[in-house]
């Protein structure tokens, strides 16, 4: 039977989170209610089923099989926000494997000491985390979005299996994997896709109750089970005839820029909607820099104006564009 224990500085909401997660578990009880995140639209309430739970969790053992021993006792960090499936479902794998689980407060640098089998995080909080903190981890599950090319670099060099996860709370957690360097993600046992006349791709996991599952995620399919993500449908910038896929600008810019920063949308009326850069603050602006990192891109993709700002996070650790757009219609001059 798993252990539960509290990092000290977990407040009486966070362990009381964990404790109704572990009740509800524990209960047998067929029904779960979540909401989701809010990183692609206002946050709503989905109900799972624990048929669809356990299955999720059953895929991603399979997948955990050639990475390390389940058979023994394992230890688990919780991290995340219990709240959401990411940080919920953290859980529950530690639950369904029997290891003891560690709950720490929702913070950017979780404060881990030893050593863990698997956990859950951002990349934020991965970014975060000290030479010694990776030490003692073995497998690391990212979540939150895709990384920058800087991100993915410092990464790659930590003594600790990474891989990234593509889901939300209406699969259930992730339905593929990736290791860090893979361009493309691999469907986990049970789940297939394919893709509409637009691109967007189609989830169907009869394990799990989804059947023809809609999404907005731009995909190209690259057969036995395989998909590139490309970004979201929603997310593409319609500038005088052209699409500018935001995530596809900031991978080029991210080679040759090593500031953090993501590209939204702003009205224009010559051009219908321009492309508008956001960065984190800067001490020291170098345009030069800049004009060189532009220069990889061909001119239709490049962004019209450069805003520094305090970067927006969705609580999922993903670029709030919505946010982020509203900002630089306050700051931007087009």
Same mark, same amino acid.
């Given at each position: 039977?798993s252990q539960l224990?509290f990092h000290?500085d977990c407040?009486?909401?966070r362990?009381?989170?964990?404790?109704d997660?572990?009740?509800w578990?524990?209960s047998g009880?067929?029904?779960?209610?979540?909401?989701t995140?809010g990183?692609t639209?206002?946050?709503k309430?989905i109900?799972?089923n =624990?048929q669809g739970?356990?299955?999720s969790?059953?895929?991603?053992e399979?997948?955990?099989e050639?990475?390390?021993?389940?058979?023994r006792?394992g230890?688990?960090?919780?991290c995340?926000?219990?709240?959401?499936?990411?940080g919920l479902?953290?859980?529950?794998r530690g639950?369904?494997?029997?290891?003891?689980?560690?709950?720490?407060?929702?913070?950017r640098?979780p404060?881990l000491?030893?050593?863990y089998?698997?956990?859950s995080l951002i990349?934020?909080?991965?970014?975060?985390?000290?030479?010694d903190?990776?030490q003692?981890?073995?497998v690391c599950?990212?979540?939150?979005?895709p990384?920058s090319t800087?991100?993915?670099?410092?990464?790659?060099?930590?003594?600790?299996r990474i891989i990234?996860?593509?889901?939300m709370?209406e699969?259930?957690?992730h339905?593929?994997?990736?290791?860090?360097?893979?361009?493309s993600?691999q469907c986990?046992?049970?789940?297939?896709v394919s893709?509409d006349?637009s691109?967007?791709?189609?989830i169907?996991?009869?394990?799990r109750g989804?059947h023809?599952l809609?999404t907005?995620?731009l995909v190209?399919l690259q057969?036995?089970?395989?998909?590139?993500?490309l970004?979201?449908?929603?997310?593409?910038?319609?500038?005088a005839?052209?699409k500018?896929?935001p995530?596809?600008?900031?991978n080029?810019?991210?080679?040759?820029w090593s500031? =953090?920063?993501?590209?939204v949308?702003?009205d224009h009326?010559q051009?219908g909607?321009a492309a508008v850069w956001?960065?984190?603050?800067?001490?020291?602006?170098d345009?030069q820099q800049?004009q060189?990192?532009?220069?990889h891109l061909p001119?239709?993709?490049r962004p019209?104006?450069?805003?520094q700002?305090?970067l927006p996070?969705?609580?999922?650790?993903k670029w709030? =564009?919505?946010?982020?757009r509203?900002?630089?219609?306050?700051?931007?001059?087009?």
């Amino acid at each position: 039977m798993s252990q539960l224990n509290f990092h000290p500085d977990c407040d009486a909401s966070r362990q009381q989170s964990a404790k109704d997660a572990v009740a509800w578990w524990e209960s047998g009880q067929s029904h779960l209610t979540i909401s989701t995140s809010g990183s692609t639209g206002e946050p709503k309430n989905i109900d799972l089923n =624990r048929q669809g739970i356990e299955a999720s969790i059953a895929a991603t053992e399979r997948y955990a099989e050639g990475l390390f021993p389940l058979g023994r006792r394992g230890r688990t960090a919780i991290c995340l926000d219990m709240h959401h499936v990411a940080g919920l479902f953290s859980l529950f794998r530690g639950l369904a494997w029997g290891w003891d689980i560690d709950v720490f407060p929702i913070k950017r640098q979780p404060d881990l000491q030893g050593k863990y089998d698997w956990i859950s995080l951002i990349p934020q909080q991965a970014m975060a985390l000290t030479q010694d903190q990776w030490q003692g981890l073995s497998v690391c599950l990212l979540g939150g979005g895709p990384l920058s090319t800087l991100e993915r670099d410092h990464l790659t060099s930590q003594p600790c299996r990474i891989i990234q996860g593509y889901g939300m709370t209406e699969t259930y957690t992730h339905i593929a994997l990736k290791r860090l360097m893979d361009e493309s993600y691999q469907c986990l046992p049970g789940v297939s896709v394919s893709a509409d006349d637009s691109g967007c791709l189609i989830i169907d996991c009869p394990d799990r109750g989804i059947h023809n599952l809609l999404t907005t995620d731009l995909v190209d399919l690259q057969g036995c089970g395989r998909f590139q993500w490309l970004g979201r449908a929603d997310d593409v910038i319609l500038s005088a005839g052209k699409k500018i896929h935001p995530e596809v600008v900031e991978n080029s810019l991210q080679k040759h820029w090593s500031h =953090r920063g993501f590209l939204v949308a702003l009205d224009h009326q010559q051009w219908g909607q321009a492309a508008v850069w956001l960065s984190e603050p800067l001490e020291d602006f170098d345009v030069q820099q800049w004009q060189k990192a532009l220069a990889h891109l061909p001119s239709w993709q490049r962004p019209k104006a450069f805003v520094q700002c305090i970067l927006p996070l969705t609580a999922s650790g993903k670029w709030d =564009r919505r946010k982020g757009r509203s900002t630089a219609q306050e700051l931007a001059l087009l």
